[in-house]
Structure formats: structure tokens, C-alpha cells
């Protein structure tokens, strides 16, 4: 029996997860182990994922924790090995572009397990950005490349990389094909914060370009303050802990609705009944997009770009002037292509590694 070893760790990753799990558990019978670098812990951040979209309890936690790029990605190179000798995967599986992703990929190469990469070919073009540096160490090791966009595989090509490189759609979206029913209910939810269906904003902002710079976030929080209607601002941790340590809260204001981070379902509601959304996070993009919602990045670029070539968003970057002409000028797309993918993009790798392995026998 074939085994896999699935690695993730933060808070987007466990979303790719529970597809491409669920789908190799229907399809194949592959002997699966989760290990969870313990990147993100926090149980809004961690443990409600595996609960709320039914992912099985991870084999291994790796406790790895808070701290810099460098010290996440060496303990877990060195956490994450003795795991691997143990185990003996025949695969090892990474999701994204974070510590965790380039961590386990460059784990997995160097005991030449083959690596599989789901959310491959993707690029910011600028090395100033953690998690493009993720992305360029993981595809530069990678064995197997789920591109969610064809931009991916283009991206992939250019720099000279075309075996093994699948284009699958994105895995993110098949959570939202499956289970239409979980955001159908808004009322509970909205009525929680005393909001109305497209009377408000939904916004995210985590990036360390948006938090290591207290000027960007200034901006992006100015903005906010003086939008048309009130703003749902669900904090990621890394937010909260630079507003408070550089005494920035005078910059909530009454238009901002504060929220500690939310479950995925609640995320969900809050993106599809938003008016707009507007976030730096590559993943809220994506499901905005699904959920035929515009967003205004507030980043100076995004891999998304069949999204902003299809109008259904565009960057202002963490410029309040900007965020607030484009917000003031912005009309929807008539047209909407779903050109993220089907629904089935998690069957579709389950299906083509499992020929990788028939191949390779
Ligand atoms: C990471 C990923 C990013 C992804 C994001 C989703 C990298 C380089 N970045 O960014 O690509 O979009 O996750 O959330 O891997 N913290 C907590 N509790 C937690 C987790 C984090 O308090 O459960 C705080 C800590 O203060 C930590 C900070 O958040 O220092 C940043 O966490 P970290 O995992 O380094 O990066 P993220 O900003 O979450």
C-alpha cells in the first residue's frame, strides 16, 4: 500500500486539506498520515477547521509554533525529519505557499521522497515577500504540480518546469461546490452583528507588508473608517498584536466592526452577503470570487490574476486614497466565468497521482 505524508500548519492550508483528503480517502487507498506543523494553534486559527469541515485528527503535531521565517521553516526541518524516517511515505503532500508548505517540500527532497504540490506555479514576483519564497523553494522541489490556474502552468513553464504539471482547479473552491447549504442561512449570522445582507463590508488584512508597516496599516484602517458602510474586520492575530503594541486602536472607529478571526462557515456567510470585500489574503480573494462578491486587494499584487483580468477584483494596495476611488467607482462584471475550477479539482489529483504511482511501479 502506497502511504502519503500531508503536511500543513496554518489556517488556509487545513481548508485545502479536507478536500484533497476526503477525495483520496473515496478514490484510492492510499495509506494517508496528517502531520500538522503547529504553525497556527490557536483554536479559531486551528482545531475549529478540523471540526467544522470534518478533517480527520492529525497524526503528528509538530508544536513548531509562532516565530520568524527562518526558525519556522528549521524546526521544522528538523521535527518533521525523524517523522519521515519513521513513516516512510511514499509522497509527501504540501498545500500553499507557507512556512509549513516550503519546510515539509524541502524536507521531502532531500530524504528523495517525491513531493506533491498542491497550489503550484503561482507567483508575486517579489523575493520581499515571505510566502514568494515559499513558492519558489517549494516548485523548485516539487515531483508533482496541481496548478489551480493556467496562469500557474504558465508560470511553471517559464521557468523551465513542464513535467508532472497538471492544471486541477483549485481545491479551495470544491469546499464551496459541495456544501451550498452551510452559507445559505445568513440570518443567525448577520443577525449577530446587527448587519444587513449588502449593507456592509467584509475585510481581512494579515500580510507582514500590510502589518510590519505600521504605515499601511494606518491607511488601510483610515479607509475603512470613512467607507459608506460599516466594515466587518475579522482580525488575524498578527493584526491584533501590532494595533495593540503600537497603541493604533484610536484608528477603530465606529464605522469598524471588530471580530476575533471566524470559523470557516461564518466566513463564508459574511464574504457572500458582504457589498464588497476588502483584504490582502489570497484565499478570501478566491471566495469572494466564488461567491460572485468584488474585491478591492489592499496588497500591491495578488497570484489571482484571472480574477482582476475578469473585473471581479482590483488592487488599490494599502493607499487610503486609492482604496477609496476604487471603491467609490467599482461596478460589478456582468460576466462571471467560475474559471477556478469545477468542484472537482481534489478527485482530479487523487486520480492522477494515483496513475503516478501505477506508472512508477
Ligand atoms: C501564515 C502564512 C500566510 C497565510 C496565513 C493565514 C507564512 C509565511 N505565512 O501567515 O501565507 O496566508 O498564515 O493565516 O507562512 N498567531 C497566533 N495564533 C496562531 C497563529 C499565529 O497568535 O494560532 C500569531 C503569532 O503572534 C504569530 C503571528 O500570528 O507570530 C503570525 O503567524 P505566522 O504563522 O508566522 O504567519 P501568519 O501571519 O499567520
Not at 503600537?246 to 471580530?259: A, D, G, R
Amino acid at each position: 500500500m502506497k502511504k502519503i505524508l500531508l503536511v500543513v500548519g496554518a489556517r488556509p492550508q487545513f481548508v485545502k486539506l479536507a478536500p484533497v483528503i476526503k477525495a483520496l480517502k473515496e478514490t484510492t487507498s492510499f495509506g494517508l498520515t496528517i502531520v500538522h506543523t503547529g504553525q497556527h494553534y490557536d483554536y479559531m486559527m486551528s482545531q475549529v477547521f478540523f471540526t467544522e469541515l470534518a478533517i480527520p485528527e492529525p497524526n503528528y503535531n509538530l508544536e513548531v509554533g509562532s516565530g520568524s521565517q527562518i526558525f519556522q521553516i528549521s524546526d521544522i526541518l528538523t521535527k518533521l525529519t525523524p517523522v519521515i524516517q519513521a513513516e516512510k511515505p511514499d509522497m509527501i503532500m504540501v498545500f500553499g505557499d507557507t512556512n509549513s508548505t516550503s519546510a515539509a517540500a524541502l524536507c521531502g527532497a532531500v530524504q528523495q521522497i517525491p513531493v506533491a504540490h498542491v497550489e503550484a506555479g503561482l507567483r508575486e514576483f517579489d523575493k520581499s515577500i515571505p510566502e514568494e519564497i515559499n513558492k519558489l523553494v517549494t516548485d523548485a522541489l516539487a515531483t508533482l504540480y496541481f496548478c489551480p490556474t493556467p496562469t500557474g502552468v504558465k508560470n511553471l513553464s517559464n521557468s523551465g518546469i513542464t513535467d508532472h504539471v497538471y492544471l486541477t482547479g483549485d481545491v479551495g473552491l470544491d469546499l464551496l461546490f459541495a456544501n451550498r447549504q452551510k452559507f445559505s442561512n445568513p440570518e443567525q449570522c448577520l443577525d449577530k452583528l446587527n448587519l444587513s445582507s449588502k449593507k456592509y463590508y467584509f475585510a481581512t488584512c494579515h500580510r507582514a507588508s500590510n502589518t510590519n508597516n505600521i504605515d499601511n496599516l494606518k491607511n488601510i484602517l483610515t479607509a475603512f473608517g470613512q467607507l459608506d458602510y460599516p466594515v466587518v474586520f475579522a482580525v488575524h492575530p498578527r493584526t491584533s498584536k501590532t494595533l495593540s503594541e503600537n497603541n493604533l486602536q484610536h484608528l477603530i472607529n465606529k464605522n469598524i466592526i471588530l471580530s476575533e478571526p471566524l470559523g470557516f462557515w461564518d466566513t463564508q456567510i459574511l464574504i457572500k452577503n458582504s457589498k464588497m470585500v476588502l483584504t490582502d489574503s489570497g484565499g478570501i480573494i478566491k471566495e469572494a470570487y466564488f461567491h460572485k462578491v468584488p474585491s478591492i486587494i489592499i496588497d500591491k499584487q495578488t497570484e489571482w490574476v484571472e480574477i482582476i483580468d475578469e473585473a471581479w477584483a482590483a488592487i488599490a494596495g494599502p493607499s487610503t486614497e486609492n482604496i477609496l476611488k476604487l471603491m467609490t467607482n467599482f461596478e460589478s462584471p456582468l460576466n462571471h466565468n467560475q474559471s477556478l475550477g469545477d468542484g472537482r479539482s481534489a478527485v482530479k489529483i487523487a486520480q492522477i497521482i494515483n496513475e503516478y504511482f501505477q506508472h512508477k511501479k
